[in-house]
């Protein structure tokens, strides 16, 4: 099974930018799994941010984010999450996930939908 290892994230101020990072294990993989970009805020439910699709050719954002971060793979083994003009209500623990997906162009959008999880990065934005 793929594992994946987030990092990049950290403390900003309010409109300031961090670019997430997911390491994933093997070759091909952005061939096979979809990825995605979830986030959970202290006490809240895990929800989706973004993801791409396993051929790379379609992204997908929740709105609260659309137009301020963008997904995108070096179509090796690493996918990013570059998130620019943060707010605070982004504060969360971002977390890559990975989706064996069947269909080429399927963005999941659901947690259940992935099979693999990495362990979560920080991220803390300052008003």
């Known amino acids: 099974q793929v594992q994946l290892v987030e990092s990049g994230g950290g403390l900003v101020q309010a409109g300031g930018s961090l670019r997430l990072s997911c390491a994933a294990s093997?070759?091909?993989?952005?061939?096979?799994?979809?990825m995605g970009w979830f986030r959970q805020a202290s006490g809240k439910e895990r929800e989706f941010v973004s993801g791409?699709?396993?051929?790379?050719?379609?992204t997908y954002y929740a709105d609260s984010v659309r137009g301020r971060f963008t997904i995108f793979s070096d179509n090796a083994n690493t996918v990013y999450l570059q998130m620019n003009s943060l707010k605070p209500e982004d504060t969360a623990v971002y977390y890559c996930a990975a989706d064996q997906a069947l269909l080429t162009w399927a963005v999941p959008t659901t947690t259940d939908s992935y099979d693999a999880w990495g362990q979560g990065t920080q991220v803390t934005v300052s008003s």
């Open positions: 093997g070759r091909g993989i952005f061939s096979t799994y979809a």
């Open positions: 791409i699709s396993r051929n790379g050719g379609r």
